[in-house]
């Protein structure tokens, strides 16, 4: 069932109504006040789906601290909405505080969103407790610059995040992309990093004992994150590109990067409770790294204590440093295989030529595979 809103009382009746297979179609114009749905349950076939009426021309929330607030939702898609100028988050998707009962099978395809937040942990998406969802086809510019990220994730799993767009400006106590609280099983592919944080990606984190989903139990090894894949994407500046932060297994593949501030990775543990491990278990591999030697810090890895470097793995990376091709050979923490040091990638044919030429798609995957 289609049901065509214009206007923001329009929108919260049609929210308090909606069942599986409710479409809330919404006309161009802005939506003020913030928006609060509890509950919301779409089925596997029916899904609730709330979307702009012409996607040209998307409706825009503003004028409150938080766009949307969806607490406990399964089966609901966002198609082509618009948020900007909100005080707080964009948009936050959470399981209501019900650790055992996540928000699940979510969509996010198409959204945009402008100046969010200000000068604090501000997040455009923040997504708390969500298992099964996709996060798609987004572009994200400007968020908080005093902690906040364009999407961050609290203990989320079985999630994809893949060809969006994040832009931010000299921001180095940002994030771009954040998984953390035991996030795990997640994959950030295809995505654009302009200048997006002090880490781009930061995989893991540091987070409250209370927030953790699933909770943590005495006994059991702990880590910030598991299972995160990040794959084909292109990152352009920030401080730092990626970070590992109290992680338990990561790859990092098929990306280029380009022109970090300081550092290509950080190996970092900034949650040192009882039962947590050493960050560890992390892959690196097939990656283009392009930078210059002016903006370029301890061989291009930051490696801070209570780190188990020694298990990361690193192949097949290829380093360039623009303006001095003689010292493009970075300092690993453990030997890498059949990296490749001081060759122009621009330069090169077959391998990572062509990822530099189309950007983060299906080319990047053969950078470095010999083909």
């Given at each position: 069932m289609d049901v065509q809103v214009r206007e923001s009382d329009g929108l919260r009746a049609a929210l308090r109504d909606a069942s599986p297979g409710t479409?809330?179609?919404?006309?161009?114009?802005?939506?003020?006040?913030?928006?609060?749905?509890?509950?919301?349950?779409?089925?596997?076939?029916?899904?609730?789906?709330?979307?702009?009426?012409?996607?040209?021309?998307p409706p825009v929330f503003t004028g409150a601290k938080t766009g949307m607030h969806l607490a406990n939702p399964v089966h609901v898609e966002l198609r082509g909405l618009a948020f900007r100028g909100l005080s707080a988050n964009g948009l936050n998707i959470d399981d209501g505080g019900n650790a055992a009962a996540p928000a699940t099978e979510i969509t996010l395809h198409g959204l945009t969103f402008q100046d969010i937040g200000a000068r604090g942990n501000e997040d455009?998406?923040?997504?708390?407790?969500?298992?099964?969802?996709?996060?798609?086809e987004c572009t994200i510019e400007r968020w908080g610059t005093g902690g906040g990220s364009g999407i961050d994730m609290v203990g989320c799993h079985r999630g994809m995040i893949e060809g969006n767009t994040l832009r931010h400006g000299d921001?180095?106590?940002?994030?771009?992309?954040?998984?953390?609280?035991?996030?795990?099983?997640?994959?950030?592919?295809?995505?654009?990093?302009?200048?997006?944080?002090?880490?781009?990606?930061?995989?893991?984190?540091?987070?409250?004992?209370?927030?953790?989903?699933?909770?943590?139990?005495?006994?059991?090894?702990?880590?910030?994150?598991?299972?995160?894949v990040v794959e084909q994407n292109r990152i352009i500046g920030g401080m730092a590109a990626l970070a590992f932060v109290g992680v338990d297994g990561a790859t990092v593949r098929f990306n280029t990067i380009e022109r970090p501030g300081r550092w290509a990775i950080r190996i970092l543990q900034e949650t040192k409770a009882a039962g947590f491990v050493a960050c560890r278990n992390g892959e690196f591999t097939d990656n283009v790294i392009i930078f210059e030697s002016a903006r370029w810090?301890?061989?291009?890895?930051?490696?801070?204590?209570?780190?188990?470097?020694?298990?990361?793995?690193?192949?097949?990376?290829?380093?360039?440093?623009?303006?001095?091709?003689?010292?493009?050979?970075?300092?690993?923490?453990?030997?890498?295989?059949?990296?490749?040091?001081?060759k122009d990638?621009?330069?090169?044919?077959?391998?990572a030529g062509a990822a530099l030429d189309k950007g983060p798609t299906e080319a990047n995957s053969k950078a470095g595979a010999g083909e």
């Open positions: 479409r809330i179609l919404l006309a161009a114009g802005e939506y003020t006040g913030g928006f609060h749905a509890a509950n919301l349950r779409g089925e596997a076939a029916k899904p609730i789906v709330i979307a702009a009426a012409d996607p040209k021309q455009a998406i923040k997504l708390s407790g969500v298992s099964g969802f996709r996060v798609t921001a180095p106590n940002c994030t771009g992309i954040q998984g953390k609280g035991g996030t795990s099983e997640i994959t950030i592919r295809r995505n654009r990093f302009e200048n997006a944080g002090g880490r781009a990606v930061n995989i893991g984190g540091s987070t409250g004992m209370q927030f953790f989903r699933p909770p943590l139990k005495d006994g059991e090894e702990h880590a910030e994150a598991r299972k995160i810090a301890e061989g291009g890895v930051n490696i801070g204590g209570g780190t188990a470097p020694d298990t990361f793995k690193f192949a097949r990376n290829w380093w360039y440093c623009a303006d001095r091709p003689d010292r493009s050979t970075p300092k690993l923490p453990t030997p890498e295989i059949e990296g490749v040091y001081g990638p621009a330069e090169a044919k077959g391998k």
